[in-house]
């Protein structure tokens, strides 16, 4: 009769008898299984890792970035506010940013007022 001891991740001591071909293939069904743990633990990670990187900045970070850099020194306008974001690699349509700009004046972040018919966005 065959006999194994095996020690577990998590320290249980396990002990399998049997004949020679049950004890090799709950040993085989053993380290399989472990096998299997670890390589979703790292898909897991590779993934979370992946998902850390995807996250990008919102637009209203960025425009509150480019506040503290001095770009609102002078009112500006939305046009201006998505141009300045397209030279720093940033894409956004004006009527997404008609909304932001809305919402960060309402957190007294902002100051808006109307000149020539239009709404321009200052300190």
């Known amino acids: ?8 991740k998590t320290g249980a001591i396990i002990t399998i008898e049997g004949t020679d071909k049950e004890v ?6 053993f380290e ?6 670890r390589v979703r633990e790292i898909i897991k990670k590779a993934n979370s890792e992946r998902k850390d ?25 939305l046009n201006d506010i998505a ?7 940033y894409i956004y349509p004006v009527t997404t ?9 309402q957190k ?3 100051g808006r ?6 709404w321009v966005y200052g300190k």
């Open 53 to 77: 990187q995807k996250k990008r900045a919102a637009a209203s970070d960025l425009i509150v970035g480019l506040k503290e850099d001095g770009f609102f020194d002078k009112p500006k306008g």
């Open 1 to 8: 009769m065959a006999k194994a001891t095996i020690k577990s």
């Open 108 to 110: 007294k972040l902002f």
């Open 24 to 29: 090799s293939n709950m040993l085989a069904n």
């Open 32 to 37: 399989t299984t472990a096998t299997a743990g």
């Open 83 to 89: 141009h300045a974001l397209e030279e720093k690699g």
């Open 113 to 118: 007022k109307k000149i020539d018919g239009k």
């Open 97 to 105: 940013l008609s909304g932001v700009m809305i919402g960060l004046v």
